[in-house]
């Protein structure tokens, strides 16, 4: 929708549209305004120049030929849309000290990446340093290319799951045992839906989604470490508990909740409701403290109202606390889940153990990152030019929990992400001046809040980084090579493809500490991205090992292994039949099967291959029959044969040289 001005209507009335000069003029003011009520009359100006365009190109020139991002919203790292027409100068450089990212034809990557695939509602397997995409996992929507939701058991996970027509993937999070990754799965949430899904690693395939009650978008997930023995979810939008109608016209009553999920059943444990919208979570390294930045404590419904005050609150939650209180009984049970009260005036948070400390920061903070050492939760002010570092062990100890402040850099405009190498290095993104920032952490912590004289080097990214991750930097075991910016504009980086660009990640090394102006970083590739990726992780090759086939006993007891002996139709009864059929390269266990209108038919099949990387499918287009099948898999399909007729079932992975051949036929006789 165009904005307009009511000032000047034309002759019938009616307001023109802004244009985009003013409508970027209008961005900035209200950004200005923003970063002033943080850091006074001196704050730096919004309209920064933008690096690696050219001499004199600010961000209004980059912003004129497309629509301006949101305010806040556009800082927390949601995407925006433009077009810019200049060439820009790679600011890549070619020391001789950076390993090869190009990894040769037949050579396997070194780290396995998981990107979450944003509106796509995937999960995007990557290798690293190659950036080349190995495959997607779908989680939050349905996929045809692996049949996911076609098939039965993942068709009821989603429908049990709410039912809805898609997902926005967006923070996920690997187990861990002992604080170290250990390959079991992955847990990523939701944001649209309020979901968290757990995606088996051994298969690659999503086995479990839970849609949370009492709250609308999951915004913060993570496990805990160092044994997952939770898995955490924010609820960033504010709404009345139970959301039932009443309260709706008094946001005071809303309220965030905290949620804890059991990992091996996913169901869910316990809520925690709190002031203000929670955002980003972490937990510490040693299994208790769980830290969650948060905007709009002053819980208002318009962004004026939520950018009042000069502070917000980060959350600490003290997890063993609040499982004794939901041990003890002492909750209220909505929609059949303990909701525990950790609100800042509630009587759980008077006296010198509340369950949940609230820690005054700049407005509007974006992130909460832990050190792999544990020893500090890194908040980025988004609105401030400032990293606020938490000492996780004065948490316990601290009278005033401003106190647990030990250090605040100044590092640049609009920081967001903050990820770490293993020699006691951060990296910050910065959002407005499209830069990653190198710092040393315990020189941030003795020096002067503000100062930045803990800074190493900055280093372009194009442009706008939202999240960006360095290899194994959320567990106890960073490895200090690879770091990936996630941007989220691309701008003139690759070929135009219409008004809707690539995302850009950005692959940058760290291997190496160097006294110039980016401090060692190096930028080594770019690598266009289907919008929107909006994290990742990475761990170690050797941290994860997928089944090269299935397993049948996996799914015993659950579905049929049906092999060519076995293939045969069953009638269950007058208007119910099963149909099992074996499935190899070039012939199904079935050459037919004949069944009767109005029939209910489930079909059970098997992929009886034994080798790796021979998957077969078989399809019924009119019947929405879609089953992959990897080797040794078995999958169902229940259906109502309603028209009658024949109907072609056929293989839709190319398997062999007989792969055109390869067919059965469905026989849906009339009924009399």
């Not at 000290?97 to 396997?108: A, L, N």
Request: charged residues 25%.
């Amino acid at each position: 929708m165009n904005s307009t001005d009511p000032e000047n209507p034309d002759e019938e009335g009616r307001t023109e549209p802004k244009d985009a000069e003013t409508l970027i003029e209008e961005h900035e003011a209200q950004l200005n305004e923003l970063l002033a009520d943080v850091e006074g009359a001196d704050a730096p100006e919004a309209e920064s120049h933008l690096p690696g365009l050219g001499s004199g190109v600010t961000r209004r020139d980059v912003m004129k030929a497309g629509a301006a991002v949101g305010v806040a919203g556009g800082l927390a790292g949601c995407a925006g849309t433009g077009a810019f027409g200049n060439a820009t100068t790679d600011t890549e450089s070619s020391s001789g000290d950076v390993p090869d990212h190009k990894v040769p034809p037949g050579e396997h990557d070194e780290y396995y990446g998981f990107w979450s695939g944003g509106h796509g509602g995937d999960i995007r397997v990557y290798g690293i340093p190659s950036m080349r995409q190995l495959t997607r996992i779908p989680v939050f929507n349905r996929e045809g290319a692996k049949g996911y939701g076609y098939d039965d058991e993942t068709d009821e996970m989603l429908e049990e799951a709410g039912g809805y027509t898609w997902g926005d993937s967006h923070h996920p999070s690997l187990s861990e045992t002992d604080g170290k990754y250990d390959g079991e799965y992955i847990f990523v949430n939701d944001k649209a839906n309020g979901r968290v899904a757990r995606v088996n690693l051994t298969y690659f395939e999503t086995d479990a989604i839970v849609d949370i009650p009492n709250v609308q978008s999951v915004h913060g997930c993570c496990i805990q470490s160092p044994n997952t023995e939770y898995v955490f979810a924010n609820s960033e939008f504010r709404t009345p508990v139970p959301n039932d109608g009443r309260d709706v016209n008094s946001p005071d009553e809303y309220a965030s909740l905290f949620t804890a999920i059991d990992p091996d059943s996913m169901d869910v444990l316990w809520q925690v409701e709190v002031d203000g919208q929670l955002d980003i979570v972490d937990s510490d390294k040693d299994g208790r403290w769980v830290l969650s930045s948060s905007y709009n404590d002053e819980e208002g419904v318009e962004v004026e109202e939520m950018t009042r005050d000069d502070r917000d609150d980060v959350k600490a939650f003290d997890v063993p606390a609040i499982q004794e209180l939901v041990d003890a009984g002492e909750y209220e049970e909505v929609n059949g889940v303990p909701v525990i009260d950790g609100t800042k005036s509630s009587p759980n948070n008077q006296g010198d153990n509340p369950i949940v400390r609230y820690i005054p920061t700049p407005k509007s903070p974006h992130c909460v990152e832990v050190t792999p050492d544990g020893n500090y939760g890194m908040v980025a002010g988004k609105l401030s030019p400032t990293v606020s570092i938490i000492d996780i062990e004065k948490l316990a100890t601290a009278d005033d929990p401003a106190d647990t402040i030990v250090g605040q850099p100044k590092v640049g405009l609009g920081p967001l992400h903050t990820t770490y190498d293993d020699r006691g290095h951060a990296y910050t993104s910065l959002f407005i001046d499209s830069q990653v920032v190198k710092w040393d952490i315990e020189e941030a912590v003795t020096a002067d809040k503000g100062s930045e004289e803990p800074i190493l080097g900055k280093i372009d990214v194009h442009y706008n980084p939202g999240h960006i991750q360095a290899v194994q930097a959320m567990s106890t075991e960073p490895q200090g090579d690879w770091l990936v910016a996630l941007n989220k504009l691309s701008k003139d980086r690759f070929l135009p493809v219409g008004p809707v660009f690539p995302d850009n990640d950005q692959l940058i090394y760290i291997g190496n500490d160097k006294d110039d102006e980016t401090g060692g970083m190096e930028l080594v590739a770019d690598h266009p991205v289907y919008p929107e990726p909006h994290d990742a992780i990475f761990a170690h090759k050797d941290k994860i090992e997928p089944a090269r086939t299935w397993d049948p006993a996996d799914y015993e007891g659950e579905k049929e292994f049906v092999t060519e002996e076995n293939s045969r139709v069953e009638r269950v009864d007058d208007s119910t039949v099963e149909v099992y059929a074996s499935v190899k390269r070039s012939e199904y266990g079935l050459r037919d099967f004949t069944v009767q209108e109005g029939d209910e038919v489930t079909l059970t099949i098997t992929n009886i291959e034994g080798s790796q990387d021979i998957v077969h499918g078989l399809a019924i287009p009119e019947y929405d029959v879609n089953l992959a099948l990897a080797p040794q898999d078995t999958r169902q399909f229940t259906f109502t044969a309603d028209e009658p007729g024949v109907y072609w079932a056929y293989c839709t992975f190319f398997c062999s040289a007989l792969h055109l051949e390869m067919r059965s036929r469905m026989i849906v006789e009339p009924a009399d």
